[in-house]
């Protein structure tokens, strides 16, 4: 039986089919990051960012708008909207009329703007501080908003229509002042800015539009021909936009919800074989959130489904069968604890901090790699890899050995010693050996090494390995020396 050591891929991607003998990879609260000194086309895992809580707006409900003005960052929780300063200090400044469902909220030049579930609109205005609902009778009511060269837009309930305000003032409407985006006879249920462009998606289809610039009264918004995408929304709050493209959860012409980029016009799939698998067993996918954020140069597309409790994130530096992975949270329902969906929500940078806000609690966070729990928390980081074999032949497993980042223990308390924990599966996924320990390193142990001994033989092996100490979890990649008996 020939001996040799094997490089096991533990830098990988969420990958995981549900067939897992096909794919069993998870990476959760592991993202994948390029690492050239590695080689070439190598990766690292890297941990994802924790939760400080950074304000409390004092509800006890979920966070379910946030936007950034520069001096202020203004977010929405329960029937009630705050302003925060740069030091996080929390003034009510208004109440809206729906306490839960959809929000919508955009920054004009004067004003900011809020629709929410029961498409009425509000208006904020910085220089006065003043907090009104939208009175004008000519205000068609809003399902969306968003806003472009000082003129706010708002896609009409159940309509193919959407309405321009008032140049700088989001109180005034004209009834006429509005265009039909019938290309195809969906209804709109979001509308979007990106580069000067409007996109008005619908259930079935999106319609683009620029600015014509006409001031004579006329309605100012012109289709872009030819750049219609016969791809509708699958979610009307899903829209986002990072690294020059614009993401959304979108349905195909056959109805199957897919994630969708686009650079310029052109609409690419990028949700992998496994996360549209994913996506076309979850029950509802109408109250999906998209939003985008960067980890340092990664920039990130992340897409919480509330109703399956499923977060998946897209780092679209990478190719689509590289740059999935899952974000998972603890949190308690009842007296028991769960793993679901992300707790963040909704994000804007402000105060030069990557903010997010809690799913159920009205707490704002710092979203950052500095610390490696959620607020106190327990955030587990979880990968496992691709199965190996080699035909089907017995494979022995004398040791293995996982590259992390030694040395990173704290100095007292819980991760002053950490340890990974490591299982393994022989038939490719579906059962799993006992846990076992091995340690990372206490600080300044920078030789330590991660290794586990004589694990067995079995035909297809998959590897796991979890850390919950509240520590730095980076892997690099791993090893082990196995024997195949022929």
């Known amino acids: 039986m020939p001996s040799n050591r094997r490089e096991i891929p533990f830098a990988g991607p969420a990958y995981q089919r549900s067939n897992v003998f096909i794919n069993a990879q998870q990476s959760i609260n592991y993202y994948l990051e390029p690492y050239p000194a590695l080689g070439q086309n190598k990766f690292a895992l890297r941990g994802c960012p924790g939760l400080r809580s950074w304000a409390d707006l004092g509800t006890g409900k979920a966070v379910r708008g946030l936007l950034s003005t520069g001096d202020y960052a203004f977010a929405v929780s329960d029937n009630k909207v705050f302003r925060i300063d740069t030091d996080g200090l929390v003034t009510e400044v208004g109440n ?3 306490s839960s469902g959809y929000i ?6 004067l004003q900011l703007m809020i629709v929410d579930a029961e498409n009425k609109g509000y208006i904020y205005t910085f220089g006065s501080g003043a907090f009104a609902d939208i009175t004008d009778t000519a205000f068609p009511g809003a399902s969306s908003v968003t806003h472009q060269d000082g003129i706010f837009l708002v896609t009409e309930p159940d309509s193919f229509n959407f309405y321009t305000s008032d140049l700088n003032d989001g109180t005034t409407w004209d009834s006429l002042l509005f265009f039909p985006a019938n290309w ?77 980029r686009a650079l310029g016009f052109q609409p690419t799939v990028v949700s992998n074989e496994a996360i549209t698998e994913a996506i076309a067993n979850y029950s509802d996918i109408s109250d999906a959130i998209g939003f985008a954020y960067l980890i340092d140069k990664n920039p990130m597309y992340e897409l919480t489904f509330p109703t399956a409790d499923v977060t998946w994130v897209y780092n679209s530096s990478l190719p689509p069968e590289h740059g999935w992975h899952e974000r998972r949270s603890r949190r308690l329902s009842g007296t028991r604890w769960i793993s679901g969906r992300h ?39 979880t990968r496992s890899t691709v199965a190996f ?23 007292s308390g819980q991760g002053s010693d950490p340890v990974a924990i490591i299982s393994w599966s022989g038939d490719g996924g579906y059962t799993w050996s006992n846990e076992h320990q091995v340690k990372i390193g206490k600080k300044g142990e920078y030789v330590n090494r991660a290794i586990i001994r004589q694990l067995g033989q079995h035909r297809n092996w998959v590897f796991k390995v979890k850390t919950t100490d509240k520590v730095q979890r980076d892997i690099l990649s791993g090893f082990a020396d196995i024997e195949v008996d022929e």
């Open 96 to 98: 809206i009329t729906a």
């Open 104 to 109: 919508g909220m955009a920054q004009g030049n």
């Open 184 to 260: 195809k006879s969906d209804n709109l249920i979001s509308i979007f800015s990106d580069h000067r462009n409007v996109w008005a998606g619908g259930t079935e289809s999106i319609e683009i539009y620029y600015n014509n610039g006409n001031s004579s009264g006329n309605f100012l918004f012109t289709r872009r021909d030819g750049a219609e995408m016969q791809i509708g929304l699958g979610a009307k709050d899903s829209f986002s936009q990072i690294d020059n493209a614009v993401f959304w959860l979108g349905r195909n012409e056959n109805g199957q919800g897919q994630v969708f």
């Open 343 to 381: 707790r963040g929500q909704k994000h804007v940078f402000f105060s030069g901090k990557h903010l997010v806000g809690d799913i159920e609690n009205g707490k704002v966070y710092e979203h950052t790699r500095d610390v490696f729990d959620e607020d106190g928390t327990e955030m587990e980081a």
């Open 389 to 411: 074999g080699s035909n089907q032949d017995l494979i022995t497993v004398n040791e293995l050995q996982v590259l992390f980042t030694p040395g990173v223990g704290l100095t």
